[in-house]
């Protein structure tokens, strides 16, 4: 099997699977209790904090425990706009969100608060300008993703960042679930006031994430109970999982440059084969894209039937956001982008990890053609 659906979810390193089944086994006190098998839990979610603040440059203060990126994208807008409803009733964000981004989103129209959409342009980037403009005085949040998890377009958060400066009063989210490990971001004095992670983006176990909370900003806490994670969160801690996600944190941090190297050659060998085919548009722009990420359309063809065919030759590749994929519906980021319907109900998705082979691309590219050849016959 060639696995091509990295962005969806990765698989676990085994270090990380040998970390969780022993933490459960060995440490699975409540770290809240007073007894020893509690004090160990407590010592262990203590070092594995520290750990993930060390790797992300921030204070453990500033890291809190979640159950994954749509938490922790709920948690940051939702908790912003409850804990700042009383300042301002604005907030903006883009046209090409994560689903757990723009449903939140909709949910405080829905109760009031005033929304507007930052446009991208035909390689799906925001200009800053744009937001500058949409900018008021009622504004207090701003939520844009790093990279886009559909076509892999990277927005230029430290240049928002630095216009945000200008307006302190206003928070800066950034869904950084599909960036980490790939496309570097300093969150340490950029302006960003939230960022949010998910584990089984980087080879961690799914059910487990951080959100970076910048010390001196205020949520309203969505989850009621025991307040952990500095009140921030309730609920037990998930020990194992939280200590297994940093073990997986640090050895994509550790190896990223190396990685990062590997993967963009695997992506331009893709990229220029799909360029051959007369059939393909390429969705994903050359520059200022993730090297993981590769979105195109297979013009006339509808992309469910192509997946299936390509995970018949034991291919795995997606169509849209994993979140999406079975509502069939066109692609939003690609109509935002200002592609027509055809190429947006058209499109392929190919994302890669360090786990990917340049020989796997020879054979993918064939029965990409394979497919296409196939499905033309049948249309006609």
């Known amino acids: ?100 981004v723009s449903e939140a989103f909709q949910q405080m129209k829905k109760l009031g608060f005033e929304v507007s959409y930052v446009p991208v342009n035909h390689n799906g980037i925001v200009d800053v300008e744009d937001i500058k403009r949409e900018i008021r005085e009622t504004t207090i949040l701003v939520s844009v993703i790093h990279v886009n998890n559909e076509v892999g377009t990277i927005q230029p958060i430290i240049d928002i960042g630095g216009l945000l400066k200008q307006y302190p009063k206003i928070l800066l989210h950034v869904d950084h679930v ?31 994430g951080i959100l970076y909370v910048k010390q001196g900003v205020n949520l309203a806490p969505l989850i009621s109970g025991g307040e952990q994670e500095m009140q921030f969160r309730s609920g037990t801690e998930n020990v194992a999982g939280i200590v297994s996600m940093t073990k997986a944190l640090r050895i994509t941090i550790e190896n990223m440059e190396e990685n990062v190297k590997k993967i963009n050659k695997i992506k331009t060998e893709y990229i220029n084969g799909l360029k051959r085919n007369s059939n393909i548009t390429l969705n994903t722009p050359v520059e200022q894209s993730a090297p993981h990420i590769i979105n195109f359309s297979i013009n006339g063809l509808k992309s469910e039937v192509f997946i299936h065919l390509l995970e018949e030759e034991g291919i795995i590749v997606s169509t849209t956001s994993a979140c999406s994929s079975k509502k069939q519906s066109p692609s939003k980021t690609l109509l935002a982008m200002k592609k027509s319907k055809e190429i947006a109900n058209s499109a392929i998705r190919i994302s890669l990890s360090q786990s990917n082979e340049l020989q796997e691309v020879s054979i993918v590219l064939n029965a990409i053609d394979k497919a296409i050849n196939q499905l033309g016959k049948v249309m006609k």
């Open 178 to 208: 599909q960036g980490i490990g790939k496309v570097p971001l300093k969150l340490h004095n950029s302006g960003i006031d939230l960022c949010t992670i998910s584990a089984h983006k980087f080879n961690g176990l799914k059910g487990t």
């Open 1 to 100: 099997m060639i696995y091509l659906d990295n962005s969806a979810t990765t698989k676990p390193f085994n270090d990380v699977i040998n970390s969780f089944v022993k933490i459960s086994q060995d440490y699975f006190g409540n770290p809240s209790s007073l007894h020893r098998l509690g004090g160990e839990a407590e010592k262990l979610l203590t070092q594995a904090r520290q750990q993930a603040a060390n790797l992300l440059e921030v204070s453990p203060s500033e890291i809190i425990f979640t159950a994954g990126g749509s938490e922790g994208n709920n948690l940051a807008i939702k908790g912003t706009v409850l804990q700042h409803k009383n300042r301002g009733n604005h907030i903006i964000t883009t046209e090409i969100e994560h689903p757990s």
